[in-house]
């Protein structure tokens, strides 16, 4: 793919070193598992108690066609394109789980770093991607300034480091150090080893004094990765934002919700945010790490994920500092899906371009104070809920925009089923 004269552009969407041809070190993996599956069957047709030919992979990501085409713009003037649901559902007790990394990388800032250049730093970051198997990286403070674009530069070490074409997509969010000789267009990114699918860029409704967006992109195996950078500077905006994006991921990823949320949370582990995610039926996946980290990655209960192992690394003890945040490295392990109850909930109201409609109700993980944003869907306005319980009738309503309040009384919607509200305002 030929570089596009726009830093913008040229930051989204797959690198040029995406087009390259398969290597012999491609060939000879392709050779190798080829061995290793007939090895299997021969041993299983022996009753040798081999493993499963089935599970023997190459460590690739996912190996499926793009379902669409990706916007090049790579900015946040859209959102979805092509299909936003996770890939073909797969039972994640047979399934191979990915590594996925969390990093923030600092714009594109060397200081405090052991690097003198950014493409040295993003090496390393390549180098340790390749050795501990990742699949997929969540990025935050992706900056282009110039021609130096920071999602170039790492789609490019990835590719020196693993031999194997990595995609990606980026969105731009605002400038980063603006007025200053550091000042670039800083955005949050996914790269996914081999084709990503079903990407698009999500700008947050609610905002505070800087815009903020996150990417979503398939990563195989049913599972659908959010890379997310909330609000610095206010505790309303960020659990706002933690609310639309555990909302959204789930109706994206429904019924099997294979969901990811990976970032920079601006929030510790118990601050409204960490909190809000797991009322909605995420676990913290990076649990077991510091508790005063603002770094976190959390899968949906449902989703058949579970953390093999956890690490900060790049951290100056686990790896070299790249950054002034370390890097979150989970190595996934397969869980059996837990089956949970799912509440729907659409609405369907005349509204103008740009507003939108959330949920309040009296039972948690809803409440009257603030709504769970609704993702727009052909049927309407929907929410999908896995943590509503009990046998009797929920009272809610739907607000525009989080703030006009439905007219007339309560509505009543029943845990486990799928109900059709028509507000008025």
Not at 137 to 151: H, L, T
Not at 166 to 181: I, P, V
Not at 264 to 288: I, Q, V, Y
Not at 409 to 422: Q, R
Request: charged share 20%.
């Amino acid at each position: 793919m030929t570089n596009l004269s726009s830093s913008r552009a040229r930051a989204s969407g797959m690198s040029d070193v995406d087009a390259e041809q398969p290597t012999c070190q491609d060939t000879w993996v392709t050779i190798v598992r080829t061995l290793a599956i007939s090895c299997g069957l021969l041993l299983g047709a022996c009753g040798s108690g081999g493993s499963d030919p089935a599970a023997v992979t190459d460590g690739g990501g996912d190996d499926a066609p793009i379902d669409a085409p990706i916007d090049a713009r790579g900015d946040a003037s859209g959102e979805v394109q092509g299909d936003a649901s996770a890939d073909t559902f797969v039972d994640g007790a047979s399934a191979p789980a990915p590594a996925i990394l969390s990093l923030n990388l600092h714009c594109l800032k060397t200081e405090g770093t052991t690097f003198a250049t950014n493409a040295a730093r993003f090496g390393a970051i390549a180098d340790r991607a390749h050795a501990d198997g990742v699949t997929a990286i969540a990025v935050q403070e992706a900056c282009v300034r110039g021609d130096e674009s920071a999602m170039d530069l790492l789609a490019a070490e990835l590719k020196r480091a693993t031999g194997v074409a990595w995609s990606s997509r980026w969105a731009f969010a605002h400038k980063a150090w603006e007025g200053t000789a550091d000042e670039a267009e800083e955005g949050v990114g996914v790269f996914v080893r081999g084709t990503l699918s079903g990407d698009e860029v999500i700008i947050h409704r609610v905002q505070g004094s800087l815009v903020r967006v996150a990417v979503a992109a398939n990563i195989g195996e049913g599972r659908r990765l959010y890379s997310v950078h909330f609000d610095h500077a206010n505790a309303a905006v960020r659990a706002a934002q933690a609310r639309e994006i555990a909302a959204r991921a789930l109706v994206d990823t429904d019924p099997g919700f294979g969901a990811i949320v990976a970032g920079d949370f601006n929030a510790k582990p118990g601050d409204e945010p960490h909190a809000l995610m797991l009322s909605f039926g995420f676990r913290d996946l990076s649990t077991s790490l510091a508790a005063t980290r603002i770094d976190h990655v959390f899968a949906h209960r449902a989703a058949g994920v579970a953390a093999g192992s956890a690490r900060l690394i790049f951290d100056g003890a686990d790896g070299p500092r790249v950054s002034d945040h370390p890097g979150v490295l989970l190595k996934l392990a397969p869980a059996p899906h837990e089956t949970p109850l799912v509440t729907r909930v659409i609405g369907r109201a005349k509204l103008t371009a740009g507003q939108w409609l959330a949920l309040r109700g009296a039972t948690a993980p809803l409440s009257w104070s603030a709504g769970w944003p609704a993702r727009e869907t052909e049927a309407g306005w929907k929410v999908v809920l896995t943590e509503l319980t009990g046998a009797t009738g929920v009272e809610v309503k739907l607000l525009r925009d989080d703030v006009t309040w439905m007219t007339g009384p309560n509505a009543t919607i029943t845990p486990g089923t799928d109900t059709t509200l028509e507000p008025t305002f």
